[in-house]
């Protein structure tokens, strides 16, 4: 089997390269994950490729994630105009599930390894017009476990249609179809598939940017709204050099229990402009499982 990480249990079970479902943008999960909608952002490599077709200039990202149970995740992403127009990005990512170690069937070592997955991401993103927009991304996924390893293709595709006068996007997402091409243990796993529908709106006389999604995992089920996982999320801006965010993510329900559980799916972040650089921080509750730390940095140039 693939390693998994420690996920939300409503929507594990069917797929392997589960890491793939992991939020990466500090900013994106400071807002509980709701990132379908956004415009011009880097991370659009990972969330919906149309969003790299907002930005103007050239602009690399990278992020630290530390999980749940110690496990370790990152991400590099770049963009850059083309002469012709449109937007190409590129991206690597990384899961660290940190050292096992292996025994055989009586106990006795057998030797130590550090599981692990690899993604590589290429992107093109351009517009139908000045309010509608599209992007495409090409992805290689690679999971290593001891002495084995699987692969797998996937693609990611996007719209974002804008809406000046009301300040508003809407984006449709599709992230990770394809297929696997290796399994250990010649067993190969689905990729997480999902679709991810979602609306930004800024507020005309509040310095706030408001964000809507809907997520369905293909392969799952969670228990409400028939597969369909919902996340509300916004980033306040509190000073040209302060941004605060907040985000509930619906699968945060599906993981309560007992004391100590309220609070799991909730969201807080923040954003520190200087100059051309973004710093991110965001904080992630999943209950009695902990919290997930993300630290990210974006710069324009």
């Known amino acids: 089997m693939t390693p998994v990480l420690a996920i939300p249990k409503g929507t594990a079970g069917k797929t392997g390269f589960e890491f793939l479902r992991t939020e990466i943008s500090a900013r994106q999960t400071g ?19 149309a969003s790299l077709a907002g930005l103007r200039r050239r602009q690399a990202a990278a992020t630290y994630v530390d999980y749940l149970l ?3 995740l990152g991400f590099v992403g770049f963009s850059s105009p083309l002469k012709s127009g449109g937007m190409i990005g590129a991206g690597i990512g990384y899961a660290n599930y940190g050292q096992f170690q292996w025994t055989d069937e ?13 993604l590589l991401t290429a992107a093109y993103a351009n517009g139908f017009s000045k309010t509608l927009r599209y992007g495409v991304s090409l992805r290689y996924i690679r999971s290593t476990l001891q002495n084995y390893s699987a692969d797998a293709a996937a693609f990611n595709a996007g719209i974002l249609l804008l ?17 696997g091409l290796s399994g250990f243990m010649d067993r190969i796993e689905n990729v ?8 930004t709106k800024r507020l005309l006389h509040l310095p706030l940017m408001i964000n809507f999604e809907a997520t369905k995992f293909v392969h799952e089920n969670s228990k409400a709204f028939d597969g369909v996982y919902w ?19 619906s699968r945060g329900g599906e993981e309560r229990m007992g004391a100590g559980s309220r609070v799991t799916g909730v969201a807080v972040g923040m954003g520190i402009l200087l100059r051309n650089l973004r710093i991110d921080y965001s904080r992630n509750s999943y209950g009695v499982l902990g919290s997930v730390n993300t630290f990210g940095v974006t710069a324009d140039f």
């Open 31 to 49: 807002m509980g994950g709701a990132f379908a909608a956004v415009d011009g952002d880097v991370y659009g490599l990972t969330c919906n490729p």
């Open 70 to 72: 110690d496990f370790q």
């Open 106 to 118: 009586y106990g006795n070592p057998t030797g130590s390894s550090v599981p692990g997955d690899i």
């Open 163 to 179: 809406i000046p006068g009301q300040q508003m996007t809407c984006g449709l997402a599709v992230l990770n179809a394809g297929k």
């Open 192 to 199: 997480p598939t999902s679709i991810r529908a979602g609306v």
């Open 231 to 249: 996340v509300f999320g916004g980033e306040f801006t509190v000073s040209n050099r302060l941004l605060l965010r907040f985000g509930y993510n």
